[in-house]
Nanobody
Framework: QVQLVESGGGLVQPGGSLRLSCAAS????????MAWYRQAPGKQREWVAN????????QYKGSVKGRFTISRDSAKNTVYLHMNSLKSEDTAVYYC????????WGQGTQVTISS
């Protein structure tokens, strides 16, 4: 069955960096467009970035453009989110999923930006 396992979150000071990882299994990862999403407390889950199957085509939410970079390693069935210049408003639980989304989501990884 489909499994999406996010990791790499933590508590970071404003301006810091993190690299999130999402290990995927149970589907044709190398043929899939993958995306990162986040859900802040009291808010709906929102799309952050996506990457095409080839790894060449990427898109970003406006507020993270220039600070976040999505990448993938299809040999490892893993998608990454490199986050730099982190801000308090980036605090959220981060999830990955395929586009179109699977019904089931992983547990997410908590990212907290605070001094």
């Amino acid at each position: 069955q489909v499994q999406l396992v996010e990791s790499g979150g933590g508590l970071v000071q404003p301006g810091g960096s993190l690299r999130l990882s999402c290990a995927a299994s149970g589907f044709a990862f190398s043929d899939s467009t993958m995306a990162w999403y986040r859900q802040a407390p009291g808010k709906q889950r929102e799309w952050v970035a996506n990457i095409g199957s080839s790894g060449i085509y990427t898109q970003y939410k406006g507020s993270v453009k220039g600070r976040f970079t999505i990448s993938r390693d299809s040999a490892k069935n893993t998608v990454y989110l490199h986050m730099n210049s982190l801000k308090s408003e980036d605090t959220a639980v981060y999830y990955c999923n395929r586009i179109p989304n699977f019904d089931s989501w992983g547990q997410g990884t908590q990212v907290t930006i605070s001094s």
